[in-house]
């Protein structure tokens, strides 16, 4: 493990093979607030030999991602990246970070295959992405996958050592070891989508039936957004049941798992593009915690 970011033995085992021989193409995949885009720039800062808060400043570094209140990547955006991929780099490495590659449309994924399946000279391409199946096959089979394995409890308590060991604790009990969500909670980085969808969670749980109803439906409206949303409620869930335990609550835990199955069912229907709507109103009638 890296004092610059917190990494499952096996994923820093990973890194390092893949770091004595770089492919062309990665694909970082993890669930939301596993810290895989911290891990894709620390990647790319160590192929690029910089900082990774000095990467904007190089010229060889690109790094697209999904623009606030957007659902996807925009295409112009990836036509805009092949263009400037046909500018030569004098023999310097050059990596093109792309974050949360699942937010391209499938034209868009295409579009930016060519440039993967005959890559230009010195150039490596990251992509992060929740899931395989969220890029294109033929994108994915041209990619060395890399893992983001959730970080055990000794290893965040080393790695947070400046922390107090109770805060450590709560967090890596809610966060399930998502390295990226325990930094952004432990830290207070209010700007993290995930962290921030945490906090709706909590908020949530403190609604009547009514307010809980206006809230997902408002919330249908942006798939992506519902999608880390059920994520966070489902973490939230996990953690009080883990309270019911230490408690020997067993009638409460009882009514924690029953809402974190149906929080998953939700999850998965959304997964397979069922109504957002109709999920959220589902959802919001039949919690009963």
């Not at 990665?26 to 891990?39: D, N």
């Not at 209140?69 to 036509?79: L, Y």
């Not at 395989?132 to 890399?146: M, N």
């Not at 969500?181 to 995930?194: K, S």
Request: glycine share 4%; hydrophobic share 40%.
């Amino acid at each position: 493990m890296t004092k610059e970011v917190l990494l499952h033995r096996r994923t820093d085992n990973q890194i390092k093979a893949l770091l004595k021989k770089p492919p062309h193409a990665v694909l970082v995949i993890g669930s939301p607030g596993s810290g895989k885009r911290t891990l894709a720039r620390y990647l790319a800062s160590r192929l690029l030999d910089v900082p990774s808060d000095k990467l904007e400043s190089q010229p060889y570094y690109v790094e697209l991602a999904r623009p606030a209140g957007k659902t996807e990547i925009p295409i112009e955006a990836v036509r805009g990246l092949t263009r400037s991929l046909r500018l030569k780099t004098a023999g310097r490495r050059r990596v093109v970070l792309i974050d949360e590659a699942h937010s391209l449309s499938e034209e868009a994924q295409n579009a930016l295959l060519k440039a993967i399946e005959e890559p230009p000279p010195d150039t490596l391409f990251i992509l992060t992405t929740i899931a395989q199946d969220g890029v294109l096959p033929t994108i994915a089979s041209r990619s060395r996958k890399l893992n983001v394995a959730a970080v055990g409890r000794e290893e965040a308590m080393q790695f947070f050592s400046d922390f107090d060991a109770k805060d450590i604790e709560g967090a890596w009990s809610l966060t399930r070891g998502s390295a990226g969500l325990m930094a952004a909670i432990l830290r207070d980085q209010d700007g993290h989508e995930v962290k921030q969808a945490v906090d709706q969670a909590k908020s949530f749980l403190r609604m009547d039936k009514f307010e809980r109803l206006i809230f997902l439906d408002k919330m249908s409206a942006d798939k992506q957004r519902l999608s880390v949303f059920l994520e966070a409620l489902s973490r939230v869930y996990a953690a009080l049941s883990d309270i019911a335990v230490s408690k020997n609550n067993t009638n409460q835990l009882r009514r924690l798992v029953v809402c974190r199955r149906q929080v998953n069912q939700a999850a998965e229907s959304l997964a397979r593009n069922t109504s957002a709507r109709l999920i959220c109103l589902d959802l919001a009638l039949s919690l009963s915690l």
